[in-house]
């Protein structure tokens, strides 16, 4: 596919009304923790320093932030004398720490009681004969399970064929004592807003991705898609390598991780001796940020705070690892800068302040278009687990509510790399506003006991959530969806539009549920039914009808032969 050039644009700016409520978000600040995010400009090139007062705007912030922890961990407190620690590894101090064992608090500071891991790998494996192998890939140490610590593997979209490890990374959290926190003061003077002289360098996009980013949904072939649409959502399922799935089997989480929830992104973990409980989510789409490192940083942000409160737990604070190109290389600080911009406004918008960050500064790649991908972990707090939301159909015979429109953005999607082969478009457009708004009626319905799941809908669109919403525990259940849409099939069940949640809830409690949706101005309706054994979609003029037992992650090894016993291929 080529397109023709179009002129350079600058990204949108701010969504309107996605200023932080000054009552709950406080003002930017220059805590010290957050200023390591660009610790590498400090001790090496000089193109980066420029970026300083973006850094400084950076919201760092809120009541319930504990500032200065470290500069590679933050903290959130927990009300009865606790803090939940957390912080990302970045790639380089992960590949440093698989040749040596693990330390018992995981980097996160002395007195640090080791809670979770959440590790991010790439999508898919790296080509055949590559440097690296999936096992490579797969950053959870050996070591953890050793030490009784819960993990959790997270499968997230690379921009390039090759998925190199641009978005390798872990995030732990651990639980301690507020006191034992060695808490430092912020700076007391202001930070200069160009030391030592660095010049501003050039900030222009680079053309090529002007030009990709053109591309729109009726330049595609997309009859493939509306001829065998039950196929695209296999391939779909099957294009995940299953290493996220595999790690997180029972079976081979440790016993002391009895307790704890690892579904749909996220890791929720009750408190010792409290109601309380706490939960973690890391996201990021290496795509979305090489069409638009602004966009990206944002949806990043939100998808990680739509998966926590889908679960009920209310999204408290950020821990970012930024994958930077090599200051010099072509377009590498307009990226950068606007990967920053869109995390602040995200971030602002959510009342979820950046507590730490760092930048990992990595060199070319063959094949690998490279792009700053925010790597996004997320903290947040259950006021009460038996509030907890799980994220699969719990009953056959519950209602299936959307939350949220459908639209026909696939720009970026899993859907174009998959069935097309193709990396292009618009990412699809973030409403601010309206993920805050989704997030309150979702920890809403979670407060009221009104739903008996809930899934965010975005990687792979619709039609994966509801796939993903089908595999249980407790059990496999299927469910029979329409919708009456007026878009392309790839858009209605495959699209990526942002700001969706699945919920399922019993029948009587439908207009509970819809009434919570529309005090919060957040669009709801019905749209299908949970029972029987079969995945059944109509809308967008086909129809997708699969046995669940297709769907479920144990069955995605093997795909296609599967798919031509059942005479899907």
Partial sequence: MTAPPVPPAPEAGPQAGAAPDQQQLGSPGGDPAVL?????????????????????????RAPWLLQGVGPSRGAIDLGSGLALVFGIVAPRELAAESDRALTPDLGLGAGVRPLALLSAIPAASPPAGGPRSRAALEPVPADA????????????????????????????????????????????????????????????????????????????????????????????????????????????????????????????????????????????????????????????????????????????????????DTPGEPGASYRLREALLGLGEACAAFSTPLATGNVALRLPVAGDPGCPAPLVGMVGVLEAVSRQVPTAFQEAGDSVILLGDNSGELGGSEYLRVALGMVAGSPPAVDLRGEKALQETLLELAAGQLAHSARGCSQGGLAVCLADCTSGPPAEIGVRVAVADQLLAAAVWFGAAQGRAVKSCADGAAPGVLAVAERHGVPARIIGVTGGRRLVLDGGGVRIDVPVALLAPDAREGMVERQERHGLA
């Fill in 145 to 324: 399970a050793q030490l009784g610590i819960p993990s959790l593997t997270v499968e997230l979209p690379s921009a390039a064929a090759s998925r190199t490890d641009s978005l390798l990374g872990v995030l732990a959290i651990g639980l301690a004592g507020r006191d034992a926190l060695s808490q430092r003061p912020a700076p007391a003077g202001p930070i200069a807003a160009n030391p030592g002289g660095a010049p501003m360098p050039e900030t222009h996009e680079r053309a090529e991705v002007r030009q990709l980013r053109s591309w729109r949904p009726e330049h595609a072939d997309h009859s493939r898609a509306a001829a065998d649409p039950a196929g695209t959502l296999l391939r779909l399922l099957a294009a995940r390598s299953g290493a996220g799935d595999r790690a997180n089997r029972p079976e081979r989480r440790p016993a002391a991780a009895a307790s704890v929830t690892t579904a749909a992104r996220t890791v929720v973990l009750p408190l010792p001796g409290s109601v309380h409980a706490v939960g973690a989510a890391i996201r990021g789409n290496g795509r979305y940020s090489y069409l638009s490192p602004r966009r990206g940083a944002q949806i990043a942000v939100a998808e990680a705070a739509r998966d926590l409160a889908c679960t009920g737990v209310r999204p408290r604070a950020v821990a970012c690892s930024l994958c930077h």
């Fill in 36 to 60: 390591s995010l660009l610790d590498d400009a400090w001790s090496g090139p000089t193109e980066l320093r420029w970026l300083m007062p973006l850094v400084r705007q950076l919201p760092t």
